[in-house]
């Protein structure tokens, strides 16, 4: 019996929490910056372009405000991207692709990122699924990895 309920609470552990719409979000095992750290080796080492690393929280220390870590990595392949605003170019709002790493009030450390389905289903495209499916897969294959212990 205790084999059943701990194989159903790493079940349940590595499904991916929705957090807000089309969001799709798992927990890391490290810190915020080692998370972010292995991100953005494990994107480029998969042939994605980083573009920038954006710490919200040293920003908000910034100007006196206390915040937990939060960190934003954007990175993209515009082999895909492009391929997307050729359908509706309003897409390219929602792109270059993004991980948000953050620390939540319990002290977890939790990896988000918008869902492909959804920023295609958004803005009308109907006509990449496949690229789309690639996608979403190619993400939650990085996000996996960067939050998992080596």
Do not use: C
Request: aromatic share 6%; charged share 20%.
């Amino acid at each position: 019996m205790k084999k059943l309920i701990f194989a159903w609470a790493l079940l349940l552990l590595a499904l991916p929490l929705q957090a807000a719409d089309g969001m799709n979000v798992i927990t890391s095992s490290h810190d915020v910056a080692v998370t972010v750290d292995r991100l953005e080796k494990i994107v480029t080492g998969a042939g994605f372009k980083v573009i920038a690393r954006v710490n919200h929280g040293k920003a908000a220390q910034g100007v006196g405000i206390a915040l937990k870590p939060v960190e934003l990595l954007i990175f993209g392949k515009p082999k895909a991207g492009s391929l997307l605003m050729q359908s509706q170019p309003s897409v390219a709002i929602d792109l270059p692709m993004k991980f948000l790493v953050w620390e939540d009030a319990s002290g977890k450390v939790n990896i988000g990122w918008n869902d492909p389905a959804w920023i295609a289903a958004r803005h009308g495209i109907t006509d990449k699924d496949k690229l789309v499916g690639k996608m979403t897969g190619a993400l939650r294959k990085l996000a996996t990895k960067g939050a998992g212990t080596d």
